[in-house]
């Protein structure tokens, strides 16, 4: 048994360039998810006219679907990876296996080869859910979480924006060829991410990892050198609060310990993380991902104008957790997602009904969605807050993958597939059924928040869900 008091440490942390280079160095990761998944919706109608792979509307819905499946089987993968080895060490991997991918998508030959490049960038990009929000958390003080992690998360839109801004670019011929442009799009995304690797090399290993995973003496190291650095920045720290945790340090898998206590003592919190995230994953991915063929299809937008749509769509998104994500710190996490998301389901039961009726232009659909969406993406940013911060240190990777996984194949997965579907067969009543059921998730998200919701704002990590390694003597 050790005593430490590292939680306490960096809880008190004031705020310092120390901190931006981690929102920085680790949000990026959302940031070039965004980028992939915009440049495909933005990008699918040249996609599908491209003379080597003439994909359908259909298959176009199903390699996103291939992409979402790549990325479960990359959280659950890399999720137990971090937990076991570390959050520093699968930083590099994640983000080469994305890179990689991303680079080799661009010379797809064949619906089948764009398919499987899809998925394996899809799988970097889930590694990096589970341990970049892990990682995010267990570095940033406890008072600053929620604003934090709301708007890193939601960062994911200032990728979309660049994807939708870059569409515009290489949709455009006479800048470009057609058949070209969509795959220099694809390589200049995987460039990028060479600067992600570089930017890593200066954060840290999470001290709240080593301290739980037997290496109590690195963390103090790590931590003594995370107060140097910031205190040479912001002058002399704060006095470290009298609070210590007492934890084992001779356990050196708490898999199975922390999969009995999501099933026993943390059964509400799973039910809650399950509902808030497969809701969420739903109505974005159903939406987002067959965005583009809704303006060609029903509203006769040329493929080339399509990021044009898109632009502001993407700025609403990231300005949501941006203006409401310090009312969760403030008013409170179970409120505050609760309102988010009956507000997002509510308006998103109005606009399918107004879309079937046919009561809508492509800018009036672009408006209704960049409002409803301003709202749900604080509301599924705050999924991801939630099963970050609601479960033990020991575990939280593993169980952001399993929740993250579970929601994105429920309801990622299976949404682009029965939108794209749906768009195929030219129905608006159908296609509004589509949004009615994505509206009832998000109510029912909004209800079962209310009603299981944790009370974990500017609370520290260890409070709201304490160690399993401090759990027994």
Excluded at 310 to 329: E, H, K, Q, S, Y
Excluded at 375 to 389: F, I, N, P, Q
Aim: charged share 15%; net charge positive.
């Amino acid at each position: 048994m050790i005593e430490t008091d590292v939680p306490a440490r960096l809880d008190r942390l004031p705020w310092s360039r120390f901190h931006w280079l981690v929102v920085a160095g680790l949000g990026i990761a959302w940031i070039l998810d965004g980028l992939e998944v915009t440049l495909v919706g933005s990008l699918s109608g040249a996609i599908a006219a491209s003379p080597v792979l003439r994909m359908s509307a259909a298959e176009i819905g199903a390699s996103a679907s291939a992409y979402l499946l790549g990325a479960v089987i990359g959280a659950l993968v890399f999720g137990w990876l971090a937990d076991r080895w570390g959050r520093k060490r699968l930083f590099g991997v994640t983000v080469a296996l994305y890179l990689a991918a991303t680079l080799a998508t661009g010379l797809s030959w064949n619906v089948w080869s764009f398919a499987l490049f899809r998925a394996l960038t899809g799988a970097g990009i889930g590694g990096e859910y589970a341990a970049v929000n892990a990682a995010i958390q267990e570095l940033i003080p406890a008072r600053r979480r929620g604003f934090t992690d709301l708007v890193v998360n939601g960062s994911f839109w200032i990728g979309a924006a660049l994807g939708a801004g870059g569409s515009l670019v290489a949709l455009d011929p006479r800048i470009i060829p057609p058949e070209l442009g969509w795959r220099v799009a694809f390589g200049i995304g995987g460039l990028l991410g060479f600067l992600v690797l570089g930017l890593r090399r200066w954060i840290p290993e999470s001290p709240r990892w080593l301290m739980t995973h037997g290496r109590p003496e690195e963390a103090e190291r790590v931590v003594a050198g995370i107060e140097a650095r910031v205190a040479a920045q912001t002058g002399p720290l704060p006095p470290v609060p009298p609070v210590r945790l007492r934890l084992r340090t001779d356990v050196r898998s708490w898999f199975a310990a922390g999969m009995v206590a999501l099933a026993t003592r943390y059964r509400r919190r799973t039910v809650l993380g399950v509902v808030l995230m497969a809701s969420q994953a739903f109505c974005y991915n159903a939406v987002f991902f067959t965005y583009a063929l809704i303006l060609t299809r029903f509203y006769g937008v040329a493929a080339g104008r399509v990021g044009l749509f898109i632009l502001p769509f993407a700025v609403g998104n990231f300005m949501g957790p941006l203006l409401l994500g310090r009312l969760f710190d403030t008013v409170g996490r179970r409120p505050m997602i609760a309102a988010t998301y009956a507000a997002a389901g509510g308006l998103m039961a109005i606009t399918g009904w107004l879309f079937a009726n046919g009561a809508l232009s492509a800018v009036g659909q672009t408006e209704a969605w960049t409002a409803i969406f301003f709202v749900a993406s604080a509301a599924a940013s705050s999924a991801y807050l939630t099963v970050g911060e609601s479960f033990p240190l020991e575990v939280r990777a593993v169980a952001i993958a399993l929740f993250y996984a579970f929601g994105t194949l429920v309801g990622g997965v299976a949404g682009p597939a029965l939108f794209g579907a749906l768009i195929q067969g030219g129905s608006r009543v159908a296609l509004m059924w589509g949004y009615e059921l994505g509206a009832a998730l998000m109510l029912l998200g909004a209800l079962v928040a209310w009603t299981l919701g944790v009370a974990a704002e500017r609370q520290p990590l260890e409070a709201v869900a304490p160690p399993l390694s401090s759990l027994l003597e």
